[in-house]
């Protein structure tokens, strides 16, 4: 059996994407930066037919099409778009891989017969293709270099024992070569691909290259080059179809149970843990109710995750009944397997509860403290979301101690004394019965912050008669006192 590789490009895959549910004439283009500078990174024919390029600065873009809509690219969005056209694709060969960013490579050996021939098989594709509002262009070859080069100069099909002549007039580019190789070669006078198979390669070698000469015998199919796909990510999801509509949130809990039991052993076979979870309740009526839920940590227990369901499903209007329900882990983290012992673990408990704040408040709104290297009292710790981070013990320190409570910097007023025998602070009368300091502390020169601006601080610890152990400061450059702290 012959073999034959269909290849799919995708010149405008990424604009595809995104307009197919807001068509629109005018020219776009998505943006991506890159370094300090905007450029264009994917526009759709109109943009293209008003002389916009791929790569060009967004900048010039618009000073040559002031009407040019743009918005910023989601690579993330567009490789899975592109992994769902490989799915797709498998209707029409049993192996399909990815090729770069913007391509598919399909092996249909034996397979074109069942369309009526490799014209037919063409034809449906496009056809499918365009009544998806995807743009492509396919090719035909013996070698996966040569439907390569094909597809993204025109496409075609090339028949079976004529490599050589079907690719000969194609560039130079097509065969997946670097941009400098293709250059050079260009200032050589060899720009198709005919010039290149009839010069001597051991020149051409020593010149540019082992890998020339590689991706020349590769489109020319003397050497093989095997179709090879990835295999796909997990997908971490389960579902059930009740016998009979419930509406009871004890019935639906049960159920709920029942799904995280299942959706556990899936997690626990890949060494995964869910971070977010989405429910969805099919009711009888057709609509769909559907409830999200974040994990502080990794997580695949299936009685602390529906613990976590509980009160908003209390909130769930169940109507005539629920008959369908889908559970979905869509966003998850490695978690390996830990000891278990006998006692409970702190670190669940705390994230458990880091989890239940965080359904209700938010989790960027959940933070904990954490140290950071600076004498300045301001900077010696920073905040950071208590579900994206773990708890660090602080280095120990050698010198004055610092207070409980710190707090931006207040004014002191009514003071008597350096260090003050009598101050009012917070609208109150203090009077001090032991002071301890001073601890001189500089500003940061490489921080410009408005807050130290007046000079250096002369800290003290002050003990008062009334019970408070205070923490003051004064500033010998701009005489005054304020106060940061409050020590245990």
């Known amino acids: 059996m012959a073999k034959r590789l269909l290849s799919i490009w995708f010149p405008r895959l990424a604009s595809d994407l995104h307009l197919r549910h807001r068509p629109g004439k005018g020219p776009f283009a998505l943006s991506h930066r890159s370094g300090n500078t905007i450029h264009l990174h994917c526009l759709n024919m109109t943009a293209e037919a008003q002389g916009l390029r791929r790569g060009m600065p967004l900048a010039d873009a618009r000073a040559i099409c002031p009407r040019l809509v743009t918005h910023p690219a989601d690579l993330q969005r567009e490789a899975a778009g592109l992994m769902a056209?490989?799915?797709?694709?498998?209707?029409?060969?049993?192996?399909?891989?990815?090729?770069?960013?913007?391509g598919l490579i399909a092996d249909i050996s034996g397979v074109p017969h069942l369309f009526g021939g490799e014209e037919a098989l063409r034809d449906d594709l496009h056809a499918r293709f365009a009544r998806a509002g995807i743009t492509i262009d396919t090719a035909i070859a013996g070698s996966r270099g040569a439907a390569f080069a094909l597809a993204r100069h025109g496409g075609g099909i090339i028949p079976g024992g004529a490599l050589q002549?079907?690719?000969a007039t194609l560039p130079v580019a097509g065969l997946r070569i670097g941009h400098e190789i293709a250059e050079g070669l260009t200032r050589l006078g060899l720009t198709r691909i005919g010039d290149l198979a009839c010069q001597p390669r051991a020149s051409l070698a020593r010149r540019f290259g082992p890998g020339l000469m590689m991706r020349l015998d590769q489109a020319l199919g003397e050497r093989s080059e095997p179709v090879a796909a990835e295999p796909e990510a997990p997908h971490f999801g389960v579902r059930m179809t009740l016998p009979e509509p419930i509406g009871l949130q004890a019935d639906v809990m049960a159920s709920l149970l029942r799904l995280l039991k299942q959706l556990g052993r899936k997690l626990a076979r890949h060494?995964?843990?869910?971070?977010?979870?989405?429910?969805?309740?099919?009711?009888?009526?057709?609509?769909?109710?559907r409830i999200?839920?974040?994990?502080?940590?990794?997580?695949?227990?299936?009685?602390?995750?529906?613990?976590?369901?509980?009160?908003?499903?209390?909130?769930?209007?169940?109507?005539?009944?629920?008959?369908?329900?889908?559970?979905?882990?869509?966003?998850t983290e490695n978690l390996p397997p830990e000891q278990i012992g006998?006692?409970?673990d702190q670190e669940d408990a705390l994230a458990d509860l880091f989890s239940r704040l965080g359904n209700?408040?938010?989790?960027?709104?959940?933070?904990?403290?954490?140290?950071?290297?600076?004498d300045i009292p301001e900077r010696s710790f920073t905040?950071?979301?208590?579900?994206?981070?773990?708890?660090?013990?602080?280095?120990?320190?050698?010198?004055?101690?610092?207070?409980?409570?710190?707090?931006?910097?207040?004014?002191?007023?009514?003071?008597?004394?350096?260090?003050?025998?009598?101050?009012r602070w917070r609208r109150r009368g203090y009077t001090t019965l032991r002071a301890t300091g001073p601890e001189r502390i500089a500003p940061e020169w490489w921080f410009d912050d408005p807050a130290w601006r007046s000079g250096i601080r002369d800290y003290w610890r002050i003990e008062t008669r009334q019970g408070p152990r205070l923490w003051l400061f004064h500033t010998p450059?701009?005489?005054?006192?304020?106060?940061?702290?409050?020590?245990?």
């Open 383 to 423: 905040l950071s979301a208590a579900a994206y981070s773990r708890a660090e013990i602080r280095p120990p320190r050698y010198g004055p101690l610092r207070p409980l409570i710190i707090f931006p910097p207040e004014p002191v007023t009514a003071v008597s004394g350096h260090p003050p025998v009598r101050f």
């Open 271 to 289: 060494e995964m843990g869910a971070r977010r979870l989405r429910l969805e309740l099919m009711r009888v009526d057709r609509a769909t109710i």
């Open 85 to 102: 056209l490989r799915r797709f694709t498998l209707r029409y060969a049993p192996l399909v891989a990815k090729d770069g960013s913007d």
């Open 292 to 331: 999200e839920i974040g994990l502080a940590r990794p997580m695949r227990d299936p009685f602390r995750i529906a613990a976590l369901f509980t009160r908003k499903l209390e909130e769930v209007d169940a109507g005539f009944g629920i008959e369908a329900m889908r559970l979905h882990a869509h966003v």
């Open 342 to 344: 006998n006692t409970p």
């Open 360 to 374: 209700r408040l938010g989790f960027q709104h959940v933070q904990r403290l954490l140290p950071a290297d600076s």
């Open 477 to 488: 450059q701009a005489p005054a006192w304020a106060m940061q702290g409050e020590f245990a």
């Open 165 to 167: 002549r079907g690719i």
